[in-house]
């Protein structure tokens, strides 16, 4: 997959907020989670939106794990919703 690096890593930062509904993260996790959808990131990059998300308040870190906070919940959902739209605007058919 290719696209605009500041595009991916907004990608990426809903793919973290996703995953953390459901377990702590770890970089090593998330690069490998990453990966596996096409993502081209590294554990650099990995690290630093991880911790700009611990700075915006969305993921709190406890030794080599983060986990998502109220905020980040609410952001995601918040997400979901704008989300939805856009793919429900997106899929639909050209009317002429």
Known sequence: MIMLA??????????????????????TDVLTRLEALDYRVG??????????????NFLTSHND??????????EFKEIQTV???VCSEVGEKNKV
């Open 43 to 56: 554990e650099r990059e990995v690290k630093q939106e991880l911790e700009r998300l611990t700075q915006e």
């Open 6 to 27: 500041d595009v991916q890593n907004l990608f990426i930062r809903i793919h973290m907020l996703h995953l953390a509904q459901t377990e702590d993260l770890t970089v």
């Open 83 to 85: 989300l939805n739209t």
């Open 65 to 74: 794990q983060f986990s998502i906070t109220g905020a980040g919940i609410n």
